[in-house]
């Protein structure tokens, strides 16, 4: 008994040397750490990432074909992907995530701006989709409902706008300080940009580049637009809606 209580107190005493001992470590970086602060030295910018593809790349057909889907993903988005980065090193842009980025688009340079569109506004589009749609009960029902009258109301001036982007562009459905909206963006713009007259949270996209529909569709974006509220990701835009 004796010696277990001995052996207890020195492992006692040794449990409080180590956290003295890592208490005073910790002091020390914690020093180190307050003059790299004061020195400016410069932190690791943000870097746009790919999403994985929440579904294979046939998960959407018919409404979006798999050859459509893997050259989007793999080739067109791949590469604003690659490009903005190279632009970020290159012009030595750093910001802390991609609001911060997007708040100060205005004056970047058009690799900069457009390639960093592309790669947010995809990852955004991808998500924004589903195998399987449908929408429910819930508050963004009533969030449509109440700005726009109805859900097909809704949904006819979204198509309106996805229809009516001259060229390549986006429509986008926003929260304007918690005023839904519908707005449409030319080539990689972004309601997140500084340079767009409306600003606001993202709640749903629909690319309109010929390049998401041409194969299948050709010609006939109102097709490809019809199509798409077949997979419609409801449930991801509910989560968007805070
Ligand atoms: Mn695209």
């Known amino acids: 008994m004796e010696t277990l209580k001995r052996r207890k107190f020195i492992g006692m005493a040794v449990a409080a040397a180590g956290a003295l001992t890592v208490g005073s470590v910790g002091g020390l970086s914690l020093n180190a750490f307050s003059a790299e602060t004061n020195d400016n030295v410069h932190l690791k910018p943000f870097l746009f990432s790919q ?92 969030a449509i409902e109440g700005a726009f009258g109805s859900i097909d109301t809704f949904k006819a001036e979204f198509s309106k706008a996805a229809l009516g982007q001259f060229g390549s562009g986006w429509a986008w459905l926003i929260s304007d300080k918690g005023k839904l909206k519908i707005v449409s963006t030319p080539n990689q713009d972004n309601p997140l940009m500084d340079n767009v007259s409306v600003k606001g949270t993202p709640l749903l996209a629909i ?35 805070v």
């Not at 050259?71 to 802390?96: D, F, G, P, R, W």
């Not at 529909?213 to 968007?240: D, G, H, P, S």
């Open 51 to 142: 999403i994985l593809l929440p579904y294979p790349y046939n998960a959407l057909e018919p409404s979006i074909d798999a050859l459509t889907m893997e050259i989007h993903y793999t080739k067109h988005h791949a590469t604003y992907i690659k490009n903005v980065n190279e632009a970020i090193t290159a012009e030595n842009l750093s910001y802390a995530n991609a609001a911060e980025f997007f708040a100060h688009s205005t004056g970047m340079s058009p690799k900069a701006r457009n390639n960093a569109g592309g790669a947010w506004n995809h990852n955004f589009f991808w998500a924004s989709m589903a195998p399987s749609s449908g929408l429910t009960e819930g508050k963004l029902m009533k």
């Open 207 to 241: 690319d309109v580049w010929e390049h998401a529909y041409y194969l299948k569709y050709q010609n006939k974006r109102n097709e490809y637009i019809t199509a798409f509220w077949n997979v419609v990701n409801w449930k991801e835009v509910e989560k968007r809606l």
